[in-house]
């Protein structure tokens, strides 16, 4: 089956390649020739649904982060087991079992937040707009564990949860250039001590 035929949009399918190519390279090697060609689409549905190279890449900011809320809102859900502590632990064990599995080149947003932002002011924006909301819903998570009791109400929510997801950042952006676990189990460990449970002394 061929990869088009898997996106019957149009419009998805120039996405699903795009992202592809981008993680295989990055977003400003990647040329508007090279995604036709393998995307098997002429220049004018490219223009048909972009503007431009910018408004793809908006678009595909947009597609990413719509696909990873809906992800980190199923594991971080009440409906899920555990307390709140247990499912935000479980969130960031997560993300280092990917990277340790070579799946981090999930994370667009860590590869994409360095190379773009000082380049496009509306992927700048989708960038921050997306990870914005993945703090939200760390910082709902936090406030879940605070209400069953399994995370100290002494800690203000959505500065912990902002610290939190800056940590991460940070670790998988030093995981790049170091090729190492290092930066990614020592996040793993301060996150595990900034989220002490209720008994901890």
Known sequence: MSRQSLYPDTREHILAVGEVLIH???FTA???SELLSEAKVPKGSFYHYFKSKEDFGVALLARY???YRERVGDLLADSQPGNGRERLLAYFQQWLDNHASCESQSCL????AAEVSDMSEPMRVALSEGMDAIVRKLAACIRSGQQDGSIKPQLP???TAYALYCLWLGAALMYKTQHSMVPLQAAMIHTQGLLLPCNAA
């Open 24 to 26: 295989g390279r990055s």
């Open 30 to 32: 990647m040329g508007l």
């Open 65 to 67: 982060f719509a696909g």
């Open 109 to 112: 947003a860590v590869k994409l």
């Open 157 to 159: 929510a959505d500065d």
